[in-house]
Nanobody, 120 residues
Framework: VQLQASGGGLVQPGGSLRLSCAAS????????MGWYRQTPGKQRELVAT???????NYADSVKGRFTISRDNAKNTVFLQMSSLKPEDTAVYYC???????????????WGQGTLVTVSS
């Protein structure tokens, strides 16, 4: 399973960005999908997740500002980020829990990361 993330970049405080992450490969099914972020010297932290049924979960720091969604037909997860703050600056990683065709187990897969910089 390969994950291709896009949509990062430089944005001013208060601005918006939309991240996308498309999963491809010999996929049988995808369970949860999510976004995490990491800054230098810190552990990777959860930003938001969405289940296959559409239930969502957010870090307290992004509630009310970020919205996660998914397109099951396209195996894609999105993160709409609004009212961005400098402390949102990080490398954002997408993650999916997927089962490949012929596989017995669900495994976790990570994208390559996309940099979001919030600065004036």
């Amino acid at each position: 399973v390969q994950l291709q993330a896009s949509g990062g970049g430089l944005v001013q405080p208060g601005g918006s960005l939309r991240l996308s992450c498309a999963a491809s490969g010999n996929i049988f099914s995808i369970n949860g999908m999510g976004w995490y972020r990491q800054t230098p010297g810190k552990q990777r932290e959860l930003v938001a997740t969405v289940t296959s049924a559409g239930s969502t979960n957010y870090a307290d720091s992004v509630k009310g500002r970020f919205t996660i969604s998914r397109d099951n037909a396209k195996n894609t997860v999105f993160l709409q980020m609004s009212s961005l703050k400098p402390e949102d600056t990080a490398v954002y990683y997408c993650n999916v829990a997927a089962r490949v065709v012929g596989g017995l187990y669900v495994k976790s897969y990570w994208g390559q990361g996309t940099l979001v910089t919030v600065s004036s």
